[in-house]
């Protein structure tokens, strides 16, 4: 019985050595596993984060050129902007040069007409003095002494006529400032018949009669300054393109240029400008500031035209 309790204890000792091996392996094992899947988790979220990094860079670049698209789209509006107002720019200078280029003409003109003031004044003393010392009243003496008066006179109106030509100019020339379809060409505003008249017609449009009435004002206020020995018109003169016209109302452009300056006339009369102030002259298509076929020769042709001028 001894015996077989030692060698039953023997057997028994041999277990709890192979469980610690087994126990150990198992424990590293699992240590490794854990490490792995820590490293895996690890992994995975370096990853995310990199992805929505990407994702993040992705949006702001697309951003990034969202904004390029408007900058390139806004600079070019600046661009086109400024072309526009370069071509502005450039029709003012024209103005302020044509402006500046009438000027210097109305003052040549009004150093000559003084200058013949002034001869006129000479030659009528040497008459006052001939008669003086001749004490001779001859008809003939009269008739120059007369005739030295009047051109005296004649020439003192024109040269007060030519400064209130210069302020109709300056005054017109401020309203119509900037605006298209007009033209300013020596003394005379060119204003394009479409500004005033439908195609082939010769009835005022709301426009036009807008345009007129700006126009009956200042007339209206030079008028009231010039002095009543003065003879001063506003001629009105109706042109039109080359390009026949047959209608019932109208068998040739010279009616239907003169038909359009006749109802210009009409409409500075009804705001007040005094019909005997007013003259309307048409000339068809006989006087061309633009020549050739192109649209743009024949509507620069088909324009009414403003003068102040003695009558």
């Given at each position: 019985?001894?015996?077989?309790?030692?060698?039953?204890?023997?057997?028994?000792?041999?277990?709890?050595?192979?469980?610690?091996?087994?126990?150990?392996?198992?424990?590293?094992?699992?240590?490794?596993?854990?490490?792995?899947?820590?490293?895996?988790?690890?992994?995975?979220?370096?990853?995310?984060?990199?992805?929505?990094?990407?994702?993040?860079?992705?949006?702001?670049?697309?951003?990034?050129?969202?904004?390029?698209?408007?900058?390139?789209?806004k600079n070019a509006e600046l661009v086109k902007r400024i072309a526009e107002l370069q071509s502005t720019v450039g029709n003012l200078q024209s103005l302020f040069d044509k402006e500046s280029s009438l000027r210097q003409e109305e003052h040549?003109?009004?150093?000559?007409?003084?200058?013949?003031?002034?001869?006129?004044?000479?030659?009528?003393?040497?008459?006052?003095?001939?008669?003086?010392?001749?004490?001779?009243?001859?008809?003939?003496?009269?008739?120059?002494?007369?005739?030295?008066?009047?051109?005296?006179?004649?020439?003192?109106?024109?040269?007060?006529?030519?400064?209130?030509?210069?302020?109709?100019?300056?005054?017109?020339?401020?309203?119509?400032?900037?605006?298209?379809?007009?033209?300013?060409?020596?003394?005379?505003?060119?204003?394009?018949?479409?500004?005033?008249?439908?195609?082939?017609?010769d009835e005022l449009s709301e426009e036009g009669q807008a345009q007129v009435a700006n126009l009956a004002e200042v007339v209206k206020e030079i008028g009231r300054k010039i002095p009543g020995n003065?003879?001063?018109?506003?001629?009105?003169?109706?042109?039109?393109?080359?390009?026949?016209?047959?209608?019932?109302?109208?068998?040739?452009?010279?009616?239907?240029?003169?038909?359009?300056?006749?109802?210009?006339?009409?409409?500075?009369?009804?705001?007040?400008?005094?019909?005997?102030?007013?003259?309307?002259?048409?000339?068809?298509?006989?006087?061309?500031?633009?020549?050739?076929?192109?649209?743009?020769?024949?509507?620069?042709?088909?324009?009414?035209?403003?003068?102040?001028?003695?009558?």
């Amino acid at each position: 019985m001894r015996l077989r309790r030692r060698e039953s204890n023997a057997q028994l000792d041999i277990w709890p050595g192979f469980v610690d091996a087994l126990s150990t392996v198992l424990l590293v094992f699992i240590f490794v596993l854990v490490g792995f899947i820590a490293s895996q988790v690890y992994l995975s979220s370096v990853i995310f984060d990199k992805n929505s990094s990407l994702l993040d860079t992705k949006g702001q670049l697309s951003d990034v050129r969202h904004l390029l698209d408007l900058e390139k789209g806004k600079n070019a509006e600046l661009v086109k902007r400024i072309a526009e107002l370069q071509s502005t720019v450039g029709n003012l200078q024209s103005l302020f040069d044509k402006e500046s280029s009438l000027r210097q003409e109305e003052h040549t003109e009004k150093l000559s007409l003084e200058q013949k003031i002034e001869k006129l004044n000479a030659q009528l003393k040497d008459v006052m003095a001939a008669l003086a010392v001749e004490h001779k009243t001859s008809e003939e003496q009269k008739q120059a002494l007369e005739y030295i008066k009047k051109e005296n006179l004649k020439l003192s109106e024109l040269t007060k006529l030519s400064a209130y030509k210069s302020e109709f100019f300056d005054k017109l020339s401020r309203i119509v400032q900037g605006k298209s379809g007009i033209k300013i060409s020596g003394d005379r505003f060119i204003f394009q018949s479409e500004l005033f008249f439908d195609s082939a017609s010769d009835e005022l449009s709301e426009e036009g009669q807008a345009q007129v009435a700006n126009l009956a004002e200042v007339v209206k206020e030079i008028g009231r300054k010039i002095p009543g020995n003065i003879n001063w018109i506003l001629r009105v003169d109706g042109h039109t393109d080359k390009r026949p016209i047959r209608s019932a109302k109208f068998t040739s452009n010279w009616e239907l240029s003169a038909f359009r300056a006749i109802s210009v006339v009409r409409c500075l009369i009804k705001n007040g400008v005094p019909a005997k102030h007013l003259v309307a002259a048409g000339f068809g298509e006989n006087q061309p500031i633009a020549q050739g076929k192109t649209e743009e020769a024949l509507a620069k042709n088909r324009r009414i035209e403003f003068k102040l001028d003695e009558r």
